[in-house]
Each structure stands twice: as C-alpha cells, then as structure tokens.
C-alpha cells in the first residue's frame, strides 16, 4: 500500500524538526512538506495533496483554523487534525466547525503520533481527553438549549444513514461501520458524504454534535 502523506504546518521550527525525526522512522508515514505559516500550509496542501495534515492553531499571516477552511474546500482529500498546546474551549469547537477530525495536545506521547496518523488516515476522529470532556460538556449544553427551543423539522435521512450516523458519532472507522453493517467500505463514503451533504456539515465531527444533539446518541 502506498504510504500515508503527511503535511506539518507549525511556525516552530525545532517542532517541526522534532515530528520529522519521529516520522522518518514509520515505513508507512512519508512527510511530503512542512508549513512555517498559514499561508504556507494551504499553498503546501495544494501543492503536495497531502493525506494528514498537522496544524498548529497559533501560526503568522493565516491562523490554523482559518487556513483548515481553506484547505477544506481546496483539498477536501486531506483530514486535518489540530495539533496544539492551546486547550482552551473556543479553539477546540472553531477547529471542528473549520472542518478539523482531530484535535491533538502536543503533549501527547511520541509514540502515540504515529498510531494517530493511521487511525486518522483510516477514517477516524481523534481527539485528547480532557478535550473530549469539554466536548461532551458543549453536547449537554447544546441538548439542553435544544430542548429549550421548538423543534422545526430537519433533513430527513435513510435508516441506513441514521445507522451509520449512529456509527460515526461511536467513532468507528468506514472499514468498522462496513463490516458492521456487511456493506463495502466504499459504500460507507458514500453514505457518509450524503450525510454531510443533507446536513449541511462539513465533517464527520460535526456529524457527532449533530447526532448528540438531535438526541441520536447518549452521552454518559
């Protein structure tokens, strides 16, 4: 199989050098290029088409989250995670509606960076702990907000694609949900892209809010 392609958008020089390394040693990981800016990391991502992208939320001329719009519309191929020291709760919740499907501290373990490009690359959303926690803090508010609110009717969606929903908000991978449902994994895509389209979302985190919020997954 061909290697994953992984993009390095972060304005740390040292820390760009530091992920290098760490990759050079993963037979299936090739590093295509590497951002300094914003900027750079949406010119890089058109240029290179990268898999993975690693952006830093906290970059000169473009900031992560606006150049994560821009790529996800120019390359819409790529799956980006935000990998970053901020933690705070506005960053978390722009990265995902910007498009972001991760949402990585850089104090995670090295070894553990490879195994989050994988799992990225293989359709999952990855996001640190005490993040989630802030996720599931904003799915409670957004439920209770809701329940607030009169309820308008929204798209209507497939049983499979409620199944499927259902699947990606329990953070399966397309090859997961496939198997589940003994369905091809290229028949998940599509799925998955119908969903979004009828959404109107932009990417399978965003998929996860909804589902919570519409009341299609229980959060304990």
Do not use: W
């Not at 300094?36 to 970059?59: K, N």
């Not at 000169?60 to 996800?72: F, L, Q």
């Amino acid at each position: 199989m061909a290697p994953i392609r992984v993009l390095i958008a972060d304005d740390h020089a040292i820390f760009r050098r530091g992920l290098r390394t760490v990759l050079a040693y993963e037979d299936d990981i090739e590093l295509v290029a590497e951002a300094g800016d914003g900027e750079e990391a949406v010119a890089m991502a058109e240029d290179s088409v990268p898999d993975v992208i690693l952006m830093d939320i906290r970059m000169p001329k473009v900031s992560g989250i606006e150049a994560t719009k821009i790529i996800r519309d120019s390359v819409p191929g790529a799956r980006i995670v935000m990998f970053t020291v901020s933690d705070e709760d506005s960053d978390l919740y722009e990265a995902i509606r910007a498009g972001a499907v991760g949402y990585l501290l850089k104090e995670v373990a090295i070894d553990e960076i490879a195994e989050s490009v994988r799992a990225v690359a293989q359709g999952q959303s990855l996001i640190s702990g005490s993040m989630a926690a802030k996720l599931v803090q904003e799915f409670n508010a957004l439920m209770t907000r809701s329940d607030k609110q009169p309820k308008t009717p929204g798209p209507r969606l497939t049983d499979r694609e409620l199944q499927i929903l259902r699947c990606i908000a329990e953070g399966k991978s397309n090859k997961d949900i496939g198997d589940e449902l003994f369905i091809s994994e290229n028949t998940v895509k599509n799925h998955v892209r119908n969903i979004l389209e009828k959404l109107h979302l932009h990417s399978r985190m965003e998929a996860v809010m909804y589902a919570v919020r519409e009341n299609l997954l229980e959060i304990t």
